[in-house]
């Protein structure tokens, strides 16, 4: 089992709905990241988490909100989805003692028609 | 600010010929650099990071990369690819105490028999 899940691994939703990521892990890291994969452009921050009460916004976090419900669980939301929010999306971990490595989950493929 | 430059986007090479795939990145303080490598429908995996220490770095699958401070530079190499290398290759640079990393826009490695 992998120690990064996000579900679902692909969605197709339309324009102005709501949609969920939902990423849970089981390495015990007290970090998690949310990140988005464009052509291109490598990979952008959207939000990112210390702990279970501290949430920060990343390079792109406009269009987007994130909720830490429990250590191991992170999800990332598009309240109004808009096409250009189609993207590879990843889910990651890390902790203070991972040498500043991030473990990545297997991606969330988003399309928003 | 931090930035990664990745200076091919795409690099064509023939099986067991060396490869070299570039890296510079932009900080004002210390930094710390990784190699991530992302098969067709996978995640990112690590391939290898300089945090200090010796700046020649072994990683996974026989690559190793050199980091230079003068030159802000860290590039990937592998003396003999295979056909399995084929992937993209993802350079990264983070710093400070947090695991925030910034990602350079990736480049294609695709190995020809």
């Known amino acids: 089992d992998a120690d990064v899940t996000q579900t679902p691994r692909n969605r197709i939703t339309k324009t102005g709905k709501r949609i969920m990521l939902e990423c849970s892990q089981t390495?015990?890291?007290?970090?998690m990241y949310w990140y988005r994969q464009d052509p291109g452009l490598g990979l952008r921050l959207i939000y990112y988490?210390?702990?279970?009460?501290?949430?920060n916004k990343g390079e792109i976090s406009d269009g987007y909100s994130v909720s830490r419900q429990a250590q191991a669980k992170f999800s990332l939301s598009l309240e109004s989805a808009i096409p250009n929010q189609t993207a590879l999306y990843f889910c990651?971990?890390?902790?203070?003692?991972?040498?500043?490595?991030?473990?990545f989950g297997e991606g969330s493929w988003l399309t928003v028609v | 600010a931090q930035s990664v430059t990745q200076l091919d986007s795409q690099v064509p090479v023939f099986e067991e010929a060396p490869v070299e795939l570039r890296c510079n990145y932009s900080s004002s303080v210390s930094v710390y650099l990784f190699w991530y490598v992302q098969y067709p429908n996978q995640g990112l995996q690590l391939l290898l990071k300089?945090?200090?220490?010796?700046?020649l770095v072994k990683g996974i699958n026989g690559f190793e990369a050199e980091f230079n401070k003068s030159q802000t530079s860290f590039h990937l190499r592998k003396p003999s690819v295979h056909i399995s290398d084929t992937a993209e290759y993802f350079c990264?640079?983070?710093?400070?105490?947090?695991?925030?990393?910034?990602f350079g826009a990736g480049t294609r490695l695709a190995v020809h028999p």
């Open positions: 390495k015990g890291h007290d970090r």
């Open positions: 988490s210390f702990d279970v009460k501290d949430i």
């Open positions: 300089y945090l200090s220490g010796s700046t």
């Open positions: 990651a971990t890390s902790d203070s003692y991972s040498g500043n490595t991030i473990y």
């Open positions: 990264a640079v983070g710093s400070g105490g947090y695991n925030k990393l910034i």
